[in-house]
Nanobody
Framework: VQLQASGGGLVQAAGSLRLSCAAS????????IGWFRQAPGKEREFVAA????????YHEDSVKGRFTISRENAKNMVYLQMNSLKPEDTAVYYC?????????????????WGQGTLVTVSS
């Protein structure tokens, strides 16, 4: 499956953005989709993941209550709604995927990666 992330930009603190991840492939609903981010000089870290049918989600603690992952399988799309953004959310955001039922947070489990989209939150 090929992935294309979009929707990044510059936003003020406390603002909102919605990232989109467009996927190719006929078996999209068989894939877990995750969002990761990488800030300058830091390791790439897990943000959120969603199961193939959208029934299960997992969000990293620092974004719980602020970010929401969702998907529309009919459109081969996954979204990351980001509210109450903070300067520390500034990073390049990546969507990634693997085929399977279990939600993993380790990037080593993800086989396919899209290009990143930059989110900059100003204070």
């Amino acid at each position: 499956v090929q992935l294309q992330a979009s929707g990044g930009g510059l936003v003020q603190a406390a603002g909102s953005l919605r990232l989109s991840c467009a996927a190719s492939g006929r078996t999209f609903s068989s894939y877990v989709i995750g969002w990761f981010r990488q800030a300058p000089g830091k390791e790439r870290e897990f943000v959120a993941a969603i199961s193939g049918n959208g029934g299960r989600t997992y969000h990293e603690d620092s974004v719980k209550g602020r970010f929401t992952i969702s998907r529309e399988n009919a459109k081969n799309m996954v979204y990351l709604q980001m509210n109450s953004l903070k300067p520390e959310d500034t990073a390049v955001y990546y969507c990634a995927s693997y085929r399977g039922p279990v939600l993993f947070t380790n990037r080593a489990n993800y086989n396919y990666w899209g290009q990143g989209t930059l989110v900059t939150v100003s204070s």
